[in-house]
């Protein structure tokens, strides 16, 4: 899977989990850039990233994401 | 041994000179060689056994996973086996009587003549913060974040890192380990800073802590006669003696690893300034609080048995609460763990755990309410006034729970609640009524100046966006050599020391 077709993906989920339409995610975008992103919502976000691209993230990585970015490359690695 | 005795700070100053004469490549056995003293001082041989004993479980059982990269199962199986050890060591020092007693007490209506035994026992110094750093050592191998240490002395300097034993904070391998293990130049500046925070511990620690302590203890033990108002009063200041005392101790930790060059994660960051009560615990023992939501809250919210407790709340509830029932639940289960880490008694489960966490909740699911009240109201949320009120509040709901924590019991907590309510008495503020209470008019003053001097300190970062150590070695010779040693002096002026001039024990050094 292309990482442009990725974000499309991902931002449909950050819309749906976040209630915003407006959102646009990219590489830098971190917890500071959206309103609702608290450490409890960010579990909720994991888990419908997970739902939607039919993957696992490990606990690891859920705790050690500093970006959006590092959450599009594990996708994209574990997808392909 | 403990970090309030001369005897450990000889072992400090013995450390550092050795330290620095070896190179940098033999470092890190200064810090072992140190620590393992200090194990076996702190705890004589049978507990500095069990503590070894418990690290070297963590380090064999990482190299045990880490060979089972490929077998997930079998991999599973060895991560829960390692931590449950560690579980269970902890659970047998601090825990054990207490579900004892409860275990009992169901006893008692099934059966007469069989009851569970328990033990009274000494812990091994610092169970409570080394056993959570090696189980989040052995969670990040499980999950392939961290590389496993082969050395085990060299693993053993990290997990008994002597300065860390006495009250935390509670370290993550990553962001530990090649600090400690790393040897480090000497850096003047860094050393410099080290003791000027040891010594701003010192302060808070022996000059506004301990008098505080007298008042708060005065009242907290007499609290029938010293009722209504002084109630209210007694709990504020323990709160205030809680800060002063564990964040003292933790400066003095902070310092001491800096005098090795080594920087620890910091456990507090401006607590009083937080506008909610779920603000105030991240900036309130940060490492405890990381702790727990990264191997508690996280791994429980993401577990299969919560995923489907969100989609039937989810259809039942709608979107927006029902996503919500699944993260309160986990909450209450990981402040149900804050509280017992506290220790054994219903007074912490409640004070410092399910009252907190009740709290969040109800703020959280009461937002829209407060939302439409503010609205009738007319009040503007984006004032000095209600960020004023805000900070007060948190305050406020923060010592209620916290007030059990000083208390007799959870009993007794409550009841001083009732007689704080029951008796009305706003004049002890107009006559000399709050002087009497332990306090000296002299140790009175002395107490009122210090806590406003450590506030216009706290006021320093916040003006200038710079740490205060950074601020004032800014400042001209005259001025910085004014403030040590006008430091200094007080320390050793209005501190108030305990037998044979060694300070009085930390409170959170008994966890």
Known sequence: MAREEVYNKLNEVFCDVFDDDSIKVNDDTTANDIEDWDSLEHINLIVAVEKKFGIKFNMGEVNNFKNVGEMVDTIIKRVN | MSISDWGFYILVTFAVILYYIVPIKFRWIVIFIASFVFVINANGYKLAIITMGIVLWAYLWA???????????????????????????????????????IGNSILAHVVDDFRLKSYEIISPL??????????????????????VEKNPLKFMAY???????????????????????????????????????????????????????IYVSAVYSNYIEYNGLYILIASMAFTLQLYTDFSGCIDIIMGISELFGINLPENFDKPFLAKTLS?????????????????????????????????????????????????????????FMIGLWHGGAYKYIFGVGIYMGMIIIMSEALEP??????????????????????????????????????????????????????????????????????????????????????????????KTGKSVRVWISEQNLFFRWFVWISLIISILVFGLYGTGYDASKFIYGNF
């Open chain 2, 369 to 462: 309410v407060f939302k439409s009240i503010k609205k009738i109201l007319g009040i503007n949320d984006q004032v000095f006034s209600w960020r004023l009120f805000q900070i007060i509040r948190t305050y406020c709901l923060f010592t209620f729970g916290l007030s059990f924590f000083r208390a007799e019991s959870l009993s007794a907590g409550f009841d001083m609640w009732k007689n704080m309510l029951g008796n009305i008495n706003p004049w002890i503020f107009f006559d000399s009524s709050l002087e009497t209470l332990g306090l000296s008019v002299h140790d009175f003053r002395i107490l009122n100046i210090s806590i406003f001097v450590m506030a216009v300190i706290g006021l320093i970062p916040i």
């Open chain 2, 126 to 147: 610092g169970i409570s913060y080394f056993s959570l750093t090696l189980i989040s050592y052995i969670c990040e191998v499980y999950w392939e974040t961290v590389t």
């Open chain 2, 279 to 335: 603000e105030f615990w991240r900036r309130w023992h940060i490492t405890l609080g990381v702790w727990l939501k990264e191997y508690i809250l996280y791994p429980v919210l993401k577990s299969e048995p919560f995923q489907w407790i969100g989609s039937w709340s989810k259809d039942k509830f709608g979107k927006k609460t029902g996503k919500k029932i699944p993260v309160w639940i986990a909450l209450m289960i990981s402040w």
């Open chain 2, 63 to 101: 190299l045990v996973i880490r060979k089972m990269h490929n077998k997930r199962v079998m991999k599973k199986i060895a991560c829960c086996g390692a931590v449950g050890g560690i579980v269970a060591t902890l659970f047998f020092f601090k825990e054990q009587i207490f579900f004892v007693n």
């Open chain 2, 159 to 213: 997990s008994i890192y002597f300065p860390a034993m006495t009250s935390g904070p509670i370290l993550k391998y990553n962001d530990s380990y090649k600090e400690i293990t790393n040897g480090k130049k000497f850096d003047y500046v860094k050393f410099c800073y080290g003791l000027q925070r040891i010594f701003w511990g010192f302060f808070k620690k022996l000059v506004i802590s301990e008098r505080l302590s």
